[in-house]
């Protein structure tokens, strides 16, 4: 890869940033005129050039890089036919985004590659009872998880409430698209797709509800398993909902359920309920793997003591019970007349968090 640009300081700020990134599989060489370029031409053949808007085209038309990038100073300025612009002033996360876009556009996923991970864990977000911040908790949960390593964070709601600036960005729906198409590269295409916040990679959701209804059991199930062996992430997180088909068999495969409530009565009568359909369905084991976390002190604090512990609880710790006992379903049918402990007392776990620093840099 060959950046070009008269900007001394932009270029060399571009090269060490985008040389950071993991999945660029490419020497990279830096030139601040476009002389020094064809220079350096002459004796390895570029696969990528990036050069500025300011060296003329009748310049940049003479290089023989495989693929050209110019980089503008205003979105949707023209270039030439063979060249793609890339607007200049935004995070290099999104400047590298189209780059690997374009590139895997072309078939040429060589040039690239994905970081790997060992451990991942898949960790769902579920709760039968709404409006009482599931969501939110799903973001912290992500943000803190972030501090040790790579996450991805899903929005599998009906209504996921898209924010504008997210309008226009790729969804949830195109990798669905590509796991359906293409599967030896869906790494590379989640790093191409997601973009950054709140010290977490985001995939904006699906944005029509019947969309999301239409995807099938098992393309769930095959979507998952790949972002987890071809994927660059530690920690998946997914943010569900019950329009979500096969959503029992996507709990059974995630390594950790966090089951938000609020002990409100109307709220426990629909908890007692999930819990007999549960069982009459067949996934009382199912249940017993539920973390329950009360939803008070605001989401960060309870995403803080949801990581705090190795358990927070399964349905609660039976009053009574050895510490550290996971309470069965029946063992806990009375859990709303108060004899469940959700203290946190009892044996404590520490859990064991792989360490990788989030080097993603915005400008």
Known sequence: ???????????????????????????????TSFEQAEALEEIH???????????????????????????????????????TSVYKYQSV????????????DMDKAGMFQVPHRTGQSLIAVYSPIHRIGKTAFARKLGRELGKKGPVLYLNMQEYPGTAEEDRDRPTLADLIYYSRQERNHLGLRISSMVYQR????????????????EVEEGEWGILLSQILQKGPYQYIILDLS??????????????????????????????????????KLGYSALAGRARMVEM???AEGCAKRALQYDKVSTHGKASGADHGEDGSVERNRGWRTGRIDLSGAGRVHKRPLSSFEDKDGVW
Do not use: N
Not at 54 to 69: D, G, L, N, T, V
Not at 93 to 104: A, D, G, N, W, Y
């Open 1 to 31: 890869m060959i950046i070009c640009g008269e900007e001394e300081l932009y270029v060399l700020r571009l090269a060490d940033m985008i040389a950071e990134r993991g999945e660029l599989d490419l020497q990279i060489q830096v030139c």
């Open 45 to 83: 053949c570029a696969e990528i050039m990036i050069i500025g808007e300011e060296i003329p085209y009748e310049k940049r038309k003479e290089s023989r890089a495989a693929k050209r990038f110019v980089l503008v100073g205003q979105e949707g300025r023209e270039v030439g036919e063979e060249e």
């Open 93 to 104: 996360s999104r400047i590298f985004s189209r780059i690997m876009e374009v590139c895997l």
């Open 198 to 213: 709140e010290g977490m990679d985001i995939l904006a959701p699906i944005p029509v509800s019947q969309d999301l209804k």
């Open 242 to 279: 019950e329009s979500v088909h096969g959503l029992w068999e996507i709990l059974k495969m995630s390594d950790t359920w966090y089951l938000p409530f609020i002990q409100e009565e109307a709220e426990e009568r629909k908890m007692d309920q999930f819990f007999e359909t549960l069982d």
């Open 296 to 298: 008070r002190g605001g």
